[in-house]
């Protein structure tokens, strides 16, 4: 099931309140090791929904709970992570299914610094303990042919931000609730 959550290290505490000020509802698991959310799906405006609709939840409370926030979707064609930063601003990762690295070793020399240069970059904004590791999150194919799923890739990424797992293949906009009876509901006040 694609996935449309997003994930943060600071402890719910710090997180409802930065919430009740969003204009999104939607389930909180509460961690120990961080904050897992499913935010309530966009609902279209002029027939679509917008980039921004998309990522606005997410962003908001990082400004808001002064902490990143990690979206993560889930779709056909690969993984889409936005991390939103606590001043501001964002930074989008991909990894397609489809992926596979140039063969020429100069191209892929080229390839791998440029990726591990930006995942530093983000890794270092976002405050994590080890910046470099976030370019260890890839999915080059296996001699055998086998790859790192979706789902293991975001279960990576959460064991390396420091947030739960639980919300890996859940998406309010395709099921009624969150699977797990962990989760809280909160509602949005708006501003």
């Given at each position: 099931?694609?996935?449309?959550?997003?994930?943060t290290?600071?402890?719910?505490?710090?997180?409802?309140?930065a919430?009740?000020?969003?204009?999104r509802?939607?389930?909180?698991?509460?961690g120990p090791?961080?904050?897992?959310l499913l935010?309530?799906?966009p609902?279209?405006?002029?027939?679509?929904?917008?980039?921004s609709r998309?990522?606005?939840?997410?962003?908001?409370?990082?400004?808001?709970?002064?902490?990143?926030?990690?979206?993560?979707?889930?779709?056909?064609?690969?993984?889409?992570?936005t991390?939103?930063?606590?001043?501001?601003?964002y930074?989008?990762?991909?990894w397609?299914?489809?992926?596979?690295?140039p063969?020429d070793?100069?191209e892929y020399?080229?390839h791998?610094?440029?990726?591990?240069?930006?995942?530093?970059?983000i890794?270092?904004?976002a405050?994590?303990?080890?910046?470099a590791?976030?370019?260890g999150?890839r999915?080059?194919?296996?001699?055998?042919?086998g790859?790192?799923?979706s789902?293991?890739?975001?279960?990576?990424l959460?064991e390396?931000v420091?947030?739960?797992?639980?919300?890996?293949?859940?998406s309010?906009?395709?099921?009624?609730?969150?699977?797990?009876?962990?989760?809280?509901?909160?509602?949005?006040?708006?501003?």
């Amino acid at each position: 099931m694609p996935t449309y959550a997003a994930i943060t290290s600071a402890p719910a505490d710090r997180v409802l309140p930065a919430l009740a000020r969003g204009k999104r509802g939607g389930y909180l698991y509460a961690g120990p090791e961080g904050t897992g959310l499913l935010f309530d799906p966009p609902k279209p405006r002029f027939g679509r929904i917008s980039r921004s609709r998309i990522m606005d939840p997410a962003w908001s409370l990082a400004v808001e709970s002064k902490t990143a926030v990690w979206l993560l979707e889930d779709a056909e064609w690969g993984l889409c992570v936005t991390v939103c930063f606590p001043g501001g601003g964002y930074e989008t990762l991909g990894w397609a299914r489809d992926w596979t690295p140039p063969a020429d070793p100069a191209e892929y020399a080229a390839h791998r610094a440029g990726w591990d240069a930006s995942c530093g970059k983000i890794g270092t904004k976002a405050g994590l303990a080890d910046p470099a590791a976030l370019s260890g999150l890839r999915n080059d194919p296996a001699p055998d042919g086998g790859r790192t799923s979706s789902e293991e890739l975001m279960g990576r990424l959460c064991e390396l931000v420091g947030a739960p797992a639980v919300v890996i293949g859940q998406s309010l906009g395709l099921q009624a609730g969150p699977a797990g009876r962990d989760f809280v509901r909160f509602e949005a006040k708006g501003r």
